[in-house]
């Protein structure tokens, strides 16, 4: 584990208002596994059983519905984390104590109701986090929810205990809700207004999706293109989502999104490494293939990042 490079103490110094043990955990999640030391990251998420449903999510790749083919996954493949909500970590952390730095994912919602603003429900504890032995808590905003004040304000806590005891906060900002369009949800001045939102709520790790060149916003629509915010490219939407984490001294990782073909991915993953931004956080392009393919596939992924 290289917890100790120049490129990791270079992050740590970002985040010089944390205690020793929040810096530790943070450089545990920075020099585990394949890319451990070099400032970048790719972590396992599992929440989809939970958020999809155990059919849409592990049908395709049946040892899936183990949560213990996840550690598994997580493991050979030398990810930087395993991050999951509590039922999946419950069924597996002493099994895997000490193996791979694990992330509790305190909030969560099912898509058996609809409705268009979400607000996920508080589905685990800090105290969760410590008695599984993790590295940090895990939580979703989804600015433009008309919700979206409840989850700041729960996150801000949430956040809070997490620091008092040494734990790392990652946020997963999401905007959807009735305040954004479809389209909106990834669109570049969104998606960097997003990485904003979760900077200024405390987190150390920021997931959001990779941008695209839509904005939606009628205030912000000067200020690109013409403004001189380049954004006709991936690596150059990914270059100011970054810059939009306080210019990025904040850790911003990046969804894999939906499964998808092999190339199309590698190609997003190039753009996304070409851009800056610090890694990605890739579930459903993983373990929704055989284990064999999956853990090629992540390796493939990791050495886009470690060549930058």
Same mark, same amino acid.
Request: with cysteine; net charge neutral.
């Given at each position: 584990?290289?917890?100790?490079?120049?490129?990791?103490? @270079?992050?740590?110094?970002?985040?010089s208002?944390?205690? #020793?043990g929040?810096?530790?955990?943070?450089?545990?999640? /920075?020099? =585990?596994g394949r890319?451990?030391?070099?400032?970048? /990251?790719?972590?396992?998420p599992?929440?989809?059983?939970?958020?999809?449903?155990p059919?849409? *999510?592990? +049908?395709?790749n049946?040892?899936?519905?183990?949560p213990?083919y996840?550690?598994?996954?997580?493991? *050979?493949?030398g &990810?930087?984390?395993?991050?999951? $909500? /509590?039922? %999946?970590?419950?069924?597996?952390?002493a099994?895997f104590?000490?193996?791979i #730095? /694990?992330i509790?994912?305190?909030?969560?919602s099912d898509s058996l109701?609809?409705?268009?603003?979400?607000a $996920?429900?508080v589905t685990?504890?800090v105290?969760?986090?410590?008695?599984l032995g &993790?590295s940090?808590?895990? %939580?979703?905003? !989804? #600015?433009?929810?008309?919700?979206?004040n409840e989850?700041?304000?729960?996150?801000?806590?949430?956040?809070e205990? +997490?620091?008092?005891?040494?734990l790392a906060?990652?946020?997963w900002?999401?905007p959807?809700?009735s305040g954004?369009?479809?389209?909106?949800?990834?669109?570049?001045?969104?998606?960097?207004?997003a990485?904003?939102?979760?900077?200024?709520?405390?987190?150390?790790?920021?997931?959001?999706k990779?941008?695209?060149? =839509?904005?939606?916003? @009628?205030?912000?629509?000067?200020?690109y293109?013409?403004?001189?915010i380049?954004?006709?490219t991936?690596p150059?939407?990914v270059?100011?989502?970054?810059?939009?984490a306080?210019?990025?001294?904040r850790?911003?990782i990046?969804?894999g999104?939906?499964a998808?073909?092999?190339?199309?991915?590698? @190609?997003?993953i190039r753009?996304?490494?070409e851009?800056?931004?610090?890694?990605s956080?890739?579930?459903?392009? *993983?373990?929704?293939? #055989?284990?064999?393919e999956?853990?090629e596939?992540? =390796?493939?992924?990791?050495d886009i !990042?470690a060549?930058?």
């Amino acid at each position: 584990m290289a917890t100790n490079s120049k490129r990791i103490k @270079e992050i740590l110094s970002w985040y010089s208002s944390d205690s #020793p043990g929040t810096l530790a955990n943070l450089a545990r999640l /920075l020099g =585990h596994g394949r890319l451990g030391g070099t400032g970048k /990251l790719v972590i396992l998420p599992v929440d989809q059983g939970f958020e999809h449903g155990p059919a849409r *999510s592990f +049908a395709v790749n049946p040892p899936a519905y183990d949560p213990r083919y996840h550690f598994e996954l997580a493991i *050979s493949a030398g &990810c930087n984390a395993y991050a999951a $909500p /509590l039922g %999946f970590l419950e069924a597996g952390a002493a099994e895997f104590a000490g193996d791979i #730095p /694990l992330i509790l994912k305190l909030n969560n919602s099912d898509s058996l109701y609809g409705g268009s603003d979400p607000a $996920p429900a508080v589905t685990g504890s800090v105290g969760d986090a410590l008695r599984l032995g &993790c590295s940090a808590i895990g %939580f979703t905003i !989804y #600015p433009a929810s008309a919700l979206r004040n409840e989850m700041y304000e729960q996150i801000r806590e949430l956040g809070e205990e +997490a620091k008092s005891v040494g734990l790392a906060v990652v946020i997963w900002s999401y905007p959807r809700g009735s305040g954004v369009s479809k389209e909106g949800e990834t669109g570049i001045d969104v998606v960097a207004y997003a990485a904003q939102i979760a900077a200024q709520l405390g987190a150390h790790l920021i997931k959001v999706k990779p941008p695209t060149a =839509h904005v939606e916003q @009628e205030a912000a629509r000067k200020l690109y293109g013409k403004g001189g915010i380049a954004i006709d490219t991936l690596p150059e939407r990914v270059r100011h989502v970054v810059q939009s984490a306080f210019n990025g001294r904040r850790i911003v990782i990046f969804s894999g999104g939906a499964a998808r073909d092999r190339e199309g991915m590698l @190609e997003e993953i190039r753009g996304i490494s070409e851009g800056g931004g610090f890694g990605s956080i890739i579930g459903r392009n *993983s373990f929704q293939r #055989p284990q064999t393919e999956a853990i090629e596939l992540l =390796h493939e992924v990791m050495d886009i !990042y470690a060549r930058a």
